[in-house]
Each structure stands twice: as C-alpha cells, then as structure tokens.
C-alpha cells in the first residue's frame, strides 16, 4: 500500500497572488524539517501538498512529528494513495482505518471530489462509503455532527486519498515570509517562548545571548543552547551569538548608581543586539518581557530600555501572566530546560533598590559615568562567538 502525508496549508492560503511563494517557502521549511528523516517529494495540488517518501523504509511517524512543528500547517494527515475505483475504496477504507473504525463509536464519511470524472458524486460516495463501513462495524453510529471519527475520501487526479481524523498543524506563517528579527534569548522561561511566538508569526529568528564569564558558567550557555535547539524544531536553524559582557557588566557595578545597573545593562544588551541584528539584516528585536513582571519590566523602565535603539522591539509575552508563558512553554518543551538553576548575567550585580519609576534622562546621566561605552559595545560585538543551533 502507497501512503502519503496530506498537509493542508494555513493562513498563507489568504496571501492571494503570493500564494505560490508562501507555497514554496513552506515546502523549503518543511524539506528542513525532514532533512535528517529522510528524502521526500512534495506535489502542490489545490490548498494542499502531498507528502510521499522516496523509500518505504522511511518512518512516517517521525515525519509527521517533525511536520507537525512546521508554521503555515493548519493541519496533517497520513493518506492511503488508492486506486480510483469505488470497491477498492471500500476495502482499502476498512482496512487501512481498521483500528481507528474499531476504537470508535460514531463516524461520519466526507468526501470531496476534485476529479470531476469520477463516475460518483460526493453525496453518492459518502452513502455508498457509509453504508459499507455500517455493515462491517455493527458497533459504529453515523454522526454528521460531531463524530468521533471522519473517514475522509479525497478524489484527485491520480488516485483516492483516504484518510482518518487530521492532525493539528502548527498553524501560523511560514518561517521567513515575515522577515528576520533577533531574540535577545537568557536561559529563561520567557524569551525561548517569545522567540517561538514570533517565528509562528512567519519571522526568521537570529538569537543574541550575553554571557559574563566567571559570573555565568559554561554550563548556563550550553542550557541556552539546548533551549535554541528545541525553538528551532519550530522555526528552522537559528544563527546565534554569544556576546562576551563581563567587561561592560563591571563597568557598569564599578560606574554608575547602583539602582539603575540593571536598566543601563538592559540597555547595552540592546544596542550590542541591534548592531548583530543589522549585521544580519534583521528589521526588529524580541525579548521575552512581560510588563510587571520585575522592576526592569515596569512601563517606565521598558521606555528607558527601547530608547537605547531605533529598530522596533516586540515583545510577545507583554501582557501574559507567567502562567500563561509556561504553558506556551510546556507545550514547546522548553520549560523544563529553562527551570534548570544557572546562574544568568541578569542576576549578576543586581541592585538591592532597583528604581522602577525611572525616568530617562536619570538613566542617560547614570549611564554617562562609563566613559568608553561606545568602545566596549564595539569589542563586543567584534568578539561575538557566532554559531548556527539547529
Ligand atoms: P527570561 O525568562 O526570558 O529570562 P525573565 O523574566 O527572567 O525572562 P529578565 O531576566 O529580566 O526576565 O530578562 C528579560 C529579557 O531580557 C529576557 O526575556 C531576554 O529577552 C533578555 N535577556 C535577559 N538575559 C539575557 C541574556 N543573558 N542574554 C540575552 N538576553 C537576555
Ligand atoms: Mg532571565
């Protein structure tokens, strides 16, 4: 028996005349996705596209895992490839579905005829379908409404698809018909889900992370690279830089008043970010902030913080409670990575007093006490360590 993928196409299938590129920008990623599966064709065909292996050894249980994490897949579905010929569909329906017909209790049949030539109409293969699957399956009730299971014929051009219940795709644009953007990513529960959030929106992730050595260990950067590995299931290769800043950390502790270190900190993290991020073509910052949540998130204090640059900085978990970012980040299996305890260079230094109704002109004359920050900021990016997490 051939068997195939079925994916059908999300949001992109609003893109009008586009449609072809977001298509095709959607199979690059989904061919990402499979590369170390195996190797695949894909057949574009009617809001849909067909999944098929080159060779039957390849496991399609890992392939549809690993599409199910693909943006712009509103839903997947394996499909038997059956010959167009009624009494094959019938057979090949009862026993292809045959644990899914015998776990449920209601079903209904859906068919849709593309292949006008086909010598039943829809209406007419539901009947004949759903009186073959009743007379096999004593225990199966009809429900047109809200069956357990839908036995779904699509009849194409080559042959019948026949499927059961479609999975849920991951929804969301196809990573990169959105631009690029970088992720100021910590070992935090917040930012590998802000990243997340953002390539489900179609953008292309760069992550820039900051670590102070001896402050922060070896280990607490490999933690972020275990967390940019789990995002990337979801948003492709992610090309990351790990920024050196303990110079500018001490400058700071050694510079300025101590309860603005931490928005002054906040502040050379997103220039040293922006300049990578132009670097990399990038047209926006996302950090994982939550306003609130801490006395460097407060409205004041995000003010004096997007002031530091001119690209726009998103920030997807704004208005969620923490609750609400761990489930996103349970479900992208990045929550129990994050809680593991590694020290984080925002924890290094912190203020007893943070000033949370900062006011920008205070920050900017704290801030003036370091005398060679533009120097710093450019050593710091020129000794970026840049490598690429898949
Ligand atoms: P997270 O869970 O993402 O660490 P948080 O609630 O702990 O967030 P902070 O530690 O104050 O908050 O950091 C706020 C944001 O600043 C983070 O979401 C992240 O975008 C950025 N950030 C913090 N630390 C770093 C770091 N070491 N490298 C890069 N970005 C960082
Ligand atoms: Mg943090």
Do not use: W
């Not at 051939?2 to 590129?21: A, D, F, Q, S």
């Not at 995000?302 to 489930?327: H, Q, S, W, Y």
């Amino acid at each position: 028996m051939k068997e195939i993928i079925l994916i059908k196409n999300g949001e992109l299938v609003l893109k009008g005349l586009n449609r072809n590129t977001f298509e095709d920008i959607l199979i690059k990623n989904m061919k990402k996705a499979l590369r170390e599966i195996g190797e695949f064709t894909f057949t574009k065909s009617q809001s849909t596209i067909i999944v098929e292996a080159v060779s039957e050894e390849i496991d399609l249980d890992e392939a549809v895992d690993a599409l199910s994490k693909v943006f712009g897949i509103a839903a997947l579905s394996r499909a038997a490839a059956c010959e167009k010929d009624m009494d094959k569909i019938k057979e090949m329906a009862q026993s292809y579905l045959a644990d899914e017909l015998s776990f449920a209790k209601t079903f209904k049949v859906e068919a849709k005829r593309s292949d006008k030539k086909f010598p039943l109409k829809s209406p007419e293969i539901q009947r004949e379908l759903g009186g073959y699957i009743l007379s096999k399956n004593h225990h199966l009730k009809v429900d047109v409404h809200n069956p357990e299971l839908c036995v779904t014929v699509e009849v194409r051009d080559n042959y019948a698809f026949i499927r059961g219940n479609n999975i849920k795709g991951a929804g969301g644009m196809p990573v990169s018909t959105s631009g690029r953007a970088a992720v100021l990513i910590s070992g935090g529960i917040d930012s590998p889900v802000a990243a997340y959030m953002m390539a489900k929106r179609g953008i292309e992730l760069v992550a820039v992370h900051f670590a102070s050595p001896p402050y922060t260990s070896d280990l607490a950067e490999q933690k972020v690279m275990e967390l940019l590995h789990r995002v990337a299931k979801y948003s492709g290769p992610i090309t990351t830089y790990v920024v050196p800043f303990t110079e500018l950390q001490e400058a700071i502790r050694d510079n300025c008043a101590e309860e603005f270190f931490t928005i002054i900190m906040r502040r050379y993290m997103m220039k040293i970010s922006e300049k990578l991020a132009e670097y990399q073509n990038c047209s926006a910052l996302i950090t994982g902030e939550s306003v609130g949540q801490v006395a460097s998130q407060t409205i004041y204090a995000l003010g004096c913080t997007d002031a530091a640059v001119n690209m726009p900085v998103f920030r997807p978990c704004i208005g969620m409670d923490k609750e609400e970012i761990i489930a996103i980040s349970r479900k992208i299996d990045t929550f129990e990575t994050s809680i593991q305890p590694y020290e984080d260079c925002c924890t290094v230094f912190t203020p007893r007093h943070p000033k949370t109704r900062a006011k920008l002109p205070d920050v900017i004359e704290a801030e003036s006490a370091i005398e060679n920050g533009d120097e710093m900021i450019k050593k710091a990016v020129e000794n970026a360590k840049r490598l690429v997490i898949k």
